[in-house]
C-alpha cells in the first residue's frame, strides 16, 4: 500500500431515532443564528422540514432559510448562499437533503472569503487559511458520501465545469444518518444515489497497487454488499436493513478509508462531470451508462484486476474461460446489473441532445487513470458508444 495519513473530524449519527435523539443537543452547542438550507421544498410535503424546524425553535434559534439548492449544484447559488450566510452572520449552516450537502460546504467556505471562490478553491485545489462557518448535515438522500467528507462538487454554468475539491476543512462537524429518512425521495432517485456510491467504489478499486491490500478486499465486500442491497430494495423498498446498509455503504464509499494507500481512478466521473455540466442530468444515471464503456476500453490493460472483480463481485465462476474471458464477463455482469435495477445504458435514453456531445468530450480532461490514460480521441469514441 501507498503511504498516507488519516483523518477523519466528522461525527456521526446513525439510526431511525438519530434525529430526534441528538439534533436538540447538537443545536444547543452553537450559536442563536443557524442557515437552514435545503432543496425544492421536497422536506415540506414529507414532514422532515417541520421536525426540523420545531427542534430549531425549541432550542431559541433564529432560522435563516436558504433553499432551492438543485442537484448539480451551481456556484451562482453558492455564491447566493455565501452572501446571505455573510450579512446575516450565521452561526452555524444546517444541510438537510443530499446534493444540498456540497452546496453548503461551499457556502461556508465563500462565506468567509472575500475573493474569487471558483479560481481560488475551485478551478485548482487552493489552501484554506480562514475557517468556515460550522456546518451540521441530516441526510435524506445518500449517494455520494459527502456526508463525511470535505468534498464538494459545484457546476459553473458560466464556464461549462463541473468540478470537485475535497478539503478537509470543509468536513462537517456532524452528520446525522437516519435511514427513514431516504424513503421519502423517489425510488429513481434513491437507486441512482446508491449506484453513486457503487460507482465511488469501484473508481477507488480500479486503481494502483493492485497486489493483495487492505483497501481492496474491504472494497470488494462492500461493493457485493451495495449490489445485493439494491436487489433488496427493488424487491421491498421498506427493508429497513437494506436501506441502512445502503446509507452506511456510500458513507463508507466516500470517509476517506476505501482510497487509504490507493491512487485511485475518477475518469469515468470526469466524464460524468463534464457531461452534467452541459446537460444537469441525473448524476447516478450518467455514470451508469458510462461506467461499461469506459471498462470495456481499458479491460485489456487491467485484466487480472477486472477478473477479480468479477469473481468477488459478480460470481463469475474462476475456471470459467481465461482472465480475459471473466474480466469481460464482469463487465457485462455489471452491465446486466444496471438494466436490471433500472438504470438506462445509453445516453439517447436520458433524452441527452446528440449534438452536445462534441462539446462535452472537449471539455474533458484525462484522468492521471490506474491502467491508463486516456486521450482525447478515445473519450470522444467513449461518449459516442454510449449513445
Avoid at 422540514?49 to 431559541?60: D, P, Q, V
Avoid at 470535505?150 to 463541473?162: A, D, P, R, W, Y
Avoid at 435511514?179 to 434513491?190: C, H
Wanted: proline residues 4%; contains cysteine; negative net charge.
Amino acid at each position: 500500500m501507498n503511504s498516507f495519513v488519516f483523518q477523519n473530524s466528522t461525527k456521526v449519527y446513525f439510526g431511525n431515532d438519530s434525529v430526534s435523539t441528538y439534533l436538540p443537543g447538537l443545536l444547543a452547542q452553537y450559536g442563536p443564528k443557524v442557515m437552514l438550507t435545503y432543496g425544492g421544498g421536497s422536506i415540506k410535503k414529507t414532514g422532515i422540514y417541520e421536525e426540523i424546524m420545531g427542534y430549531l425553535k425549541t432550542a431559541g434559534k433564529t432560522v435563516v432559510e436558504f433553499s432551492g439548492i438543485r442537484s448539480n449544484p451551481t456556484y451562482a447559488k453558492v455564491l447566493e448562499g455565501a452572501a446571505l450566510a455573510k450579512k446575516e452572520k450565521v452561526d452555524l449552516i444546517l444541510a438537510v437533503g443530499g446534493s444540498v450537502m456540497d452546496c453548503s460546504k461551499a457556502i461556508s467556505l465563500g462565506a468567509v472569503y472575500d475573493g474569487d471562490l471558483w479560481d481560488a478553491y475551485w478551478a485548482h485545489a487552493g489552501k484554506i487559511e480562514t475557517k468556515p462557518i460550522p456546518l451540521g448535515i441530516v441526510l435524506t438522500v445518500s449517494g455520494t458520501g459527502s456526508e463525511t467528507n470535505g468534498g464538494s462538487v459545484i457546476t459553473n454554468e458560466s464556464l461549462k465545469v463541473k468540478t470537485g475539491r475535497d478539503y478537509p476543512e470543509l468536513n462537517a462537524q456532524f452528520a446525522i444518518l437516519n435511514p427513514k429518512y431516504t424513503e421519502t425521495v423517489p425510488k429513481f432517485q434513491f437507486i441512482s444515489g446508491a449506484f453513486d456510491s457503487l460507482s465511488h467504489m469501484m473508481e477507488i478499486y480500479f486503481s494502483e497497487p493492485n497486489d493483495n491490500n487492505v483497501s481492496d478486499v474491504m472494497n470488494e465486500a462492500l461493493m457485493r454488499s451495495a449490489v445485493d442491497n439494491i436487489r433488496a430494495i427493488l424487491v421491498d423498498p421498506h427493508d429497513e436493513g437494506a436501506r441502512s446498509n445502503l446509507v452506511w455503504l456510500a458513507t463508507m464509499a466516500e470517509n476517506r478509508i476505501l482510497k487509504l494507500g490507493k491512487k485511485t481512478d475518477f475518469q469515468c466521473h470526469i466524464l460524468e462531470h463534464s457531461l452534467g455540466a452541459y446537460t444537469f442530468c441525473n448524476h447516478g444515471a450518467g455514470l451508469a451508462v458510462l461506467h461499461p464503456v469506459y471498462y470495456r476500453h481499458i479491460v485489456k490493460d487491467g485484466t487480472k484486476k477486472f477478473a477479480r472483480f468479477a469473481e468477488k463481485v459478480f460470481d463469475i465462476d474462476p475456471s470459467e474461460g481465461d482472465e480475459l474471458t471473466r474480466a469481460q464477463k464482469g463487465i457485462e455482469a455489471l452491465t446486466a446489473f444496471i438494466k436490471e435495477i433500472g438504470l438506462p445504458t445509453r445516453l439517447r435514453d436520458m433524452n441527452i441532445d446528440h449534438a452536445v456531445l462534441v462539446d462535452v468530450a472537449a471539455g474533458c480532461v484525462a484522468s492521471p487513470g490506474s491502467f491508463r490514460q486516456l486521450g482525447k480521441e478515445e473519450i470522444r469514441e467513449i461518449f459516442e458508444e454510449a449513445y
